[in-house]
């Protein structure tokens, strides 16, 4: 079974505070993505990452960055968290070699900043 | 312009209606992915069904049934003697295979109740 894992399910930082969400995921997917989800908007994308080192912006990367150093690791960065920031953030794997573009979540972070 | 449209916010149905989801994509590719995702209140997404565009057959699973129009590009989700386990939010994305990265669209969700 392909396992995303984001390794904070639950967190509370400070406004200002600079936050790491981690994702890995253990089946060599070429692509990751990070989603944040709110009520009444769905789920937006943030950021992706289709191959190690490579990023692009999603519908609403202002005040996120993301790191792929790796290519089973995939971290979002909030460099100085806001209370908008607020949301529960999902982390999604594909592999372009699976034909039908299936796709894994994580379990969910939700972040409250205060 | 929204890809995935899920015109329905919020559903509350009685336990044992029937209830349908409605999902209207927008794309120009002829191949592209279809998909249903239910999110329970303990938050994790839940595959439903993945359909391709050049699949216009109906499809049921137990109590679950999807209507696939390609003429309509409708892709509506049936819960048939709807059970309160079965409120969740529920989510229709677009994939279209033209994609470098392959983003997917997901529409904005329908949060249904269902009521004992």
């Known amino acids: 079974d392909v396992k995303v894992t984001q390794s904070s399910r639950y967190l509370v930082k400070r406004t200002g505070e600079k936050v790491f969400l981690e994702c890995v995921q253990d089946m060599d997917h070429e692509n990751m993505f990070w989603y944040r989800q709110d009520p009444g908007l769905g789920l937006r994308l943030i950021y992706f990452?289709?191959?190690?080192?490579?990023?692009e912006k999603g519908d609403i990367p202002e005040g996120y960055s993301v790191s792929r150093e790796k290519k089973e690791r995939f971290s979002l960065i909030l460099e100085s968290a806001s209370t908008n920031q607020t949301s529960m953030y999902l982390c999604?794997?594909?592999?372009?070699?699976?034909?039908?573009?299936?796709?894994?979540f994580g379990e969910g972070s939700w972040l409250t900043v205060v | 312009a929204q890809k995935v449209t899920q015109a329905q916010t919020e559903i509350s149905v009685v336990e044992k209606e029937d209830v349908t989801l409605d999902c209207v994509y927008e794309?120009?590719?002829?191949?592209?992915?279809l998909f249903w995702y239910k999110q329970p209140p303990s938050g994790e997404l839940v595959f439903l069904i993945r359909r391709n565009s050049f699949d216009e057959q109906n499809e049921i699973s137990g109590r679950y049934s999807w209507n696939f129009q390609k003429s309509t590009s409708s892709f509506n989700f049936t819960i048939t003697a709807s059970q309160v386990v079965d409120s969740a939010v529920y989510f229709c994305?677009?994939?279209?295979?033209?994609?470098?990265?392959?983003?997917?669209?997901f529409g904005t969700g329908t949060s249904l109740t269902v009521i004992p």
């Open positions: 990452s289709y191959d190690v080192k490579m990023k």
């Open positions: 999604v794997s594909r592999s372009d070699r699976v034909p039908g573009n299936t796709i894994y």
């Open positions: 994305a677009l994939s279209e295979a033209r994609n470098t990265g392959n983003q997917f669209y």
């Open positions: 794309t120009r590719d002829t191949t592209y992915y």
